[in-house]
């Protein structure tokens, strides 16, 4: 059974930092892209990141670049979204999503449609 756990969310001032974690089991985890998303009340869900586990490529949408990082731990299967600078309009549900992909492809736009295994949500909350 296809898993994926996110963990890390919380509740912080402007300008401080969170990492989350997407814990990912049941699938080879070398075959697939990682992308996180994020919803924010009224608001579609938006892609704000991925990477390839075939060549390690990123992904970030332009409001995040410079502020967040996704990285990939494979011996742990595990994903992380470190954010720094947050701002009160990063406050949303965060999610992690995965896809099979080809061996050649490499990071690109994430769109949720695309992505079939999805975790449950880690709210994020920033203040002002």
């Known amino acids: 059974e296809v898993q994926l756990v996110e963990s890390g969310g919380g509740s912080v001032q402007a300008g401080g930092s969170l990492r989350l974690s997407c814990a990912a089991s049941?699938?080879?985890?070398?075959?697939?892209?990682i992308a996180w998303f994020r919803q924010a009340p009224g608001k579609e869900r938006e892609g704000v990141s991925c990477?390839?586990?075939?060549?390690?490529?990123?992904y970030y949408t332009g409001s995040v670049k410079g502020r967040f990082t996704i990285t990939a731990e494979f011996a742990k299967d595990t994903v992380y979204l470190q954010m720094n600078s947050l701002q009160p309009e990063d406050t949303a549900v965060y999610y992690c999503?995965?896809?099979?992909?080809?061996?050649?492809?490499?990071?690109?736009?994430?769109?949720?449609?695309?992505?079939?295994?999805w975790g449950q949500g880690t709210q994020v909350t920033v203040s002002s």
């Open positions: 049941g699938f080879s985890f070398d075959e697939y892209a």
């Open positions: 990477i390839s586990s075939n060549d390690g490529s990123t």
């Open positions: 999503a995965a896809k099979y992909v080809a061996m050649n492809w490499r990071a690109s736009p994430p769109h949720a449609y695309e992505y079939d295994f």
